[in-house]
C-alpha cells in the first residue's frame, strides 16, 4: 500500500480506509471493494499475513461492523454484508460469489420494506438498513467454501468443514463435516484427526 492508502496496482481511484489494517504480506486486488464500506469503529477490517482478496469481493459494511480475516485466507469475490461482526480463522478457501450476511437489511414486512427503500434516495451511498439486530458469523480455521454458497446471520462454522456450491447455510454447521444443500445438511464427517498434522 502507497503512503496515501491507494494501492499501486489499482484500477479504480480509491483509498483503504484509516481504519482498516492490511497486514503487509496480504494482498488486496482493488480498493473497489470498500466502495460500500462505512464501519466507524476503530478496526473495521482486520487482514491477516499473506490473506488474497481479489476482484468481486465487498465490504458491505455498516456504520458497527466489524470484519476479521486470518492468516492466508484465499478469497475468490466473496460479498460481505455487515451490520454486527464476520470473523474468519487462518487458511480459508473461499470460492467466487459466495455470500455472508450477518443481517438481512431489510424488514420482512412489505410496508416496513417500502419505507426502508424510500429512505435509500435519501442517503447519501443508498443503502437500505436492517431494522433487526444482526447476528455476528464465525467461520473457523480452514474451512473451504464452495461457489455461490451463502452464510446467513448468525451462522458459526466449524474448524475444518467443507461447504458444498449454493448452498444456503442457515445453521450451525460442526466441525470436519461436509455440509451442502438448501439449507444445508451435513453429508459427510471428515477426519478430525486431520488437524494433528498441521500446528493451527
Ligand atoms: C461439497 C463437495 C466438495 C462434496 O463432494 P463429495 O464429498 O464428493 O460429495 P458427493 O458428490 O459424494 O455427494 C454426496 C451427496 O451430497 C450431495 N451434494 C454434494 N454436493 C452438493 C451441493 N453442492 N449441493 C447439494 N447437494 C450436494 C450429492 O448429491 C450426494 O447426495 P446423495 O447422497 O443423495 O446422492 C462438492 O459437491 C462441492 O460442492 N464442491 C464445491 C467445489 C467448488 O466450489 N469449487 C470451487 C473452487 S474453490
Redesign the pocket.
Known sequence: MNADRTLPWDWYAGKIPENVVIDEDAYLETSYSFLLYRSELPLGVRVGRGTSIYLGTMFDVGPKGKVSFGDYVLM?GARIICDSEVTMGDYC?I??NVVFMDTYRVPLTPEKRRRELELVPTRSLRVAMADVPAQPIQIASNV?I??DACVLPGVSIGEGS??????VVAEDVPPFT?A??NPARV??TLDPSEKEKYPK
Open positions: 475468490n478457501l470460492s467466487w473451504w464452495g461457489f467443507v461447504i458444498g456450491a449454493r448452498s461436509v451442502a444443500g453429508i459427510r
